[in-house]
């Protein structure tokens, strides 16, 4: 009995090869968008960037009661230099934003803080200075003598800084930075007697 040879056709084994390297490809794209995936979700997970209170300084005129009509003159300006922190092993890039001053609730000043680029893992110094509008005061007239007259007077800020982080040139995640802090300064003194903060961030 004579042994008969298969041959496979050109056209086969060339259909063949084209289906191991299309199944190959695809098997390293999937391992690919895997290992991407592990490492959004680990490694470069978006963390929290931080905002802390470096320093507060004032400077300006200290106020002033003018009698026998009741008047107070006030020209306080209030410095500060707010350390961002991002702990992301990206760069986090942040859009304009805003600091607010209040007193007693109502806001009597802002600032603009400055869009930027932080690097990974790095910091940055945003500074605001905040001038404290006497107009905006008028409201809270009698509390502020007061307040000068007992000697202290408390302000608070809130500050306001959104961005994003993206995590290989695919994922965006948007984060906003908020910081609260409350300040006591001492009148006639000028100089801030004690200051608490309050930082928070979304993802």
Not at 76 to 99: A, D, I
Not at 123 to 146: C, F, H, K, Y
Not at 153 to 161: A, D, Q, S
Request: glycine residues 6%; aromatic residues 4%; contains cysteine.
């Amino acid at each position: 009995m004579t042994e008969t040879n298969v041959h496979t056709p050109p056209k086969d084994r060339r259909r063949r090869r084209c289906l191991t390297a299309v199944g190959v490809i695809t098997l390293i794209l999937l391992l690919i968008f895997i290992i991407a995936l592990i490492l959004a979700v680990t490694v470069f997970k978006p963390k929290e960037p931080r905002t802390e209170l470096l320093s507060a300084s004032l400077e300006g005129v200290s106020p002033r009661i003018s009698l026998p009509v009741v008047n107070i003159k006030l020209n306080v300006t209030l410095n500060l230099k707010l350390l961002v922190k991002n702990p992301n092993h990206v760069s986090f890039k942040h859009g304009p934003g805003k600091s607010y001053l209040l007193y007693r609730g109502d806001q009597v000043g802002d600032a603009d803080v400055y869009p930027g680029m932080i690097p990974s893992r790095g910091s940055e110094i945003l500074p605001a200075r905040l001038t404290i509008e006497v107009d905006a005061l008028a409201s809270n007239m009698e509390s502020l003598i007061s307040d000068v007259l007992g000697g202290q007077l408390i302000l608070e800020t809130r500050t306001r800084i959104p961005g994003r982080v993206t995590l290989l040139g695919i994922f965006k995640k948007h984060v906003v930075a908020t910081s609260v802090c409350q300040f006591t300064i001492a009148v006639p003194s000028f100089k801030i007697q004690s200051q608490q903060c309050k930082n928070k961030t979304k993802l």
